[in-house]
């Protein structure tokens, strides 16, 4: 598991209030039990920590949360 997953893993848990459990990053969204607020909270946490904007649609368009740490990660090196 690289830090990017750690990251959004523990975003999910500790912020968005998901089980860790099932949080893995093989998990689809649907699985790790992503929901829109889930989403929302990520989206909020990924701009006030690290500055990025990534919609919520962009977000949610992921398959799984490996996906999804892959996305985040794409736009924190392109912001480096």
Not at 51 to 69: H, P, Y
Request: glycine share 8%; aromatic share 2%.
């Amino acid at each position: 598991m690289d830090d990017t997953q750690k990251t959004v893993i523990g975003i999910l848990t500790r912020k968005a209030g998901l089980p860790p459990g099932p949080v893995t990053p093989e998990a689809t969204l649907t699985e790790a039990g992503v929901d829109s607020m889930a989403v929302a909270v990520l989206a909020m946490v990924i701009e006030d920590e690290y500055g990025l904007v990534i919609t919520e649609a962009d977000l949610s368009a992921n398959s799984t949360v490996a996906d999804l740490a892959a996305l985040i990660g794409r736009h924190l090196a392109a912001k480096a």
